[in-house]
């Protein structure tokens, strides 16, 4: 037989497989609404076994492990149907971004997180500078500033784990993600003078290292790259400071070296967080964080229920579950929660039920937000 | 009809659909056969794209999607079966620890790095400590120690960047993995002197701030728990540390106050490292990190192949990939790689093809380590 010969019969058992697939998927949508009807549970794991098992009974042996996939496969695809059969869409609200409104700014003037307010919400905003992350989250709670912008993850260093912990103890929402270039330069007072030490945040140190460690400088770490910057402004001129260009200047300060970062390419990107739910019409990405009870099956039949939607996944991040979540979640057995961004509006009907779903069956879930990229 | 008919029926429709998929499956046998001896390429995302639009364009409206997402798994499912078929299984070198070994520590004596030694090693390793984390993976590298052992994961700030970032840069393997409880304590020279200042790591002075704030102690930051501690020993009472009680007991420390951590569960997850692949007999863990395209169809694909596997996954995370993998994969599309843990050993077929087929397949791979945790 050629080629041509077996893709006639492939297309042929396609053919009668669909057909199949569509009697199934009917006798399902008869079995879900005969329990709404009489008031019965419409998904039971115990019938899904037992489907299985007969299944890999009658399988020839070599395609056991093949048709139990086959039909898990199945048995998902009509849950994701009945889903959104059942589901009701639900009304979403959809707002914009306060015109001039206040900002919370980690830092002090000139350092990255203040590009990021400047970039997010131009010349208008009044911006607030606050010591830690945790009084920017603490600030826009309490009402004193519309917003925050926090980093959330850099290119280089990862994910910034005290601003997650702080989305997962303050349950507020992003409402707007930017990046911000990170190029770093080595600032001086006088450019003429010999450089003793150099200070800087320690993780812009450390993008640094290759740098540093061929000239030899001492290094110290400093808070931030702005307080860094200011330090060196006030003192000596034998000390230098890593910082962005943005913020030498700021500070009255010479750069003695550019593009200094072991590196090149290196940003950071940060999130503008609010108190309450805000979603622009236009907006793009989804984040929610949920909790699975196993990862591997569980993990893998929630990806058919964003697959079946037809959205993109972007991001995916398992992280240990905090103590007060486990707490919330009711059980020990959840011990990961999932950090998931994708593609998509809140407003689309289908992730609208997805969602919907999602919160009714996850020991855990909430969402993050739906928002857009700042560019 | 009552539900009992409805299920005979729906058992009567899975059965044909058995057939079906079962006669289905040895056509595609036939084909890859057929293109194996004429020399073709087996997989041809051109005909599975066809198939689809076939399928999508004689199924029913409301089942487009839902046909779509069954065929486009049937293709995954039979490509899972013939990569199994193509692939030889490859004979994998299993090896044994060394005995006594010379281990490479970060740190210093006292250290929750040197408990972990300890742990995985026992009393008749020879400990040497190194000032920096990339200091033991150059030990190891370059062969003056058997293996290191870094933290790589704490429960409460999580991973540990720059493990991951020297995992990537000098390629080599995870060969052992364990925890070890973090217990913080307040340890002091005389614990009849009033506290002035609380000196420790970064890490553990913010997994204390509750404690340490509801106290107002002043706050300093130390290299690590075991300089701060040994700080303590050499200057005035009125100094205190947080560290370990084995610590403080090292350093000849009171124990000021105990359990001092926000959060009681607290622990922190240690790689151990070395040169070669080194697989036991019953090594259960497998860790690989790999690139995939796109995220959204590609990741959904190849958690299809380890569920078909029979792979349980443990741990998943995309994360940005550095510039010299980027460059290694030859392709700017590439933007993220994922780190996958899951229970399995390579000696196994199944598992043993899986990996191979996906070094052939993934744009960039690397197979971290199969070992298993030290309890």
Do not use: W
């Amino acid at each position: 037989m050629n080629l041509d010969d077996i893709r006639k019969q492939i297309d042929s058992a396609d053919s009668r497989l669909l057909e199949l697939f569509s009697e199934r998927m009917e006798l399902c949508r008869q079995v879900a609404e005969y329990k709404k009807e009489k008031g019965m549970p419409v998904f039971q794991s115990g019938r899904e076994k037992e489907v299985l098992n007969k299944i890999a009974s009658k399988a020839p042996a070599e395609l056991e492990a093949a048709s139990r996939l086959l039909f898990s496969q199945i048995m998902e695809i009509s849950k994701c149907l009945q889903r959104e059969q059942l589901t009701e869409y639900k009304e979403t609200v959809l707002s914009e971004f306060k015109k001039d409104p206040s900002v919370a700014c980690p830092g002090i003037k000139g350092s990255y997180s203040e590009e990021a307010c400047i970039k997010a919400f131009g010349d208008n905003a009044r911006i607030d500078y606050y010591d830690s992350f945790k009084q920017v989250f603490d600030a826009v709670s309490g009402g004193r500033a519309d917003y925050g912008v926090v980093p959330i993850e850099n290119s280089t260093a990862g994910s910034v784990e005290s601003t997650y912990k702080l989305l997962e103890q303050h349950e507020m929402y992003i409402c707007g993600r930017l990046s911000i270039p990170v190029n770093h330069i080595l600032a001086v007072r006088d450019k003429s003078k010999a450089i003793e030490k150099v200070i800087s945040h320690e993780q812009a140190l450390r993008q640094c290292s290759g740098f540093l460690d061929k000239r030899g400088y001492k290094q110290r770490a400093a808070e931030n790259t702005s307080i860094a910057a200011k330090t060196v402004s006030e003192s000596g001129e034998s000390i230098a400071c890593i910082c962005s260009a943005h913020c030498a200047k700021l500070y009255g300060l010479e750069i003695a070296a550019e593009n200094i970062a072991d590196i090149g390419e290196n940003f950071t990107r940060f999130v503008i967080i609010s108190k309450e739910l805000q979603a622009e019409k236009d907006a793009d990405i989804i984040s929610v964080c949920l909790s699975l009870p196993h990862i591997s099956g569980s993990l893998y039949k929630l990806l058919t229920r964003f697959y079946f939607s037809g959205l993109n996944l972007t991001r995916i991040e398992s992280r240990h579950m905090p103590p007060h979540i486990k707490k919330k979640s009711g059980s020990d057995s959840f011990e990961v929660i999932f950090y998931l961004d994708f593609e998509g509006s809140i407003s689309n009907p289908s992730v609208n039920k997805l969602l919907q779903n999602l919160k009714a069956d996850c020991g855990y879930y909430r969402l993050l937000g739906n928002y857009k990229e700042i560019l």
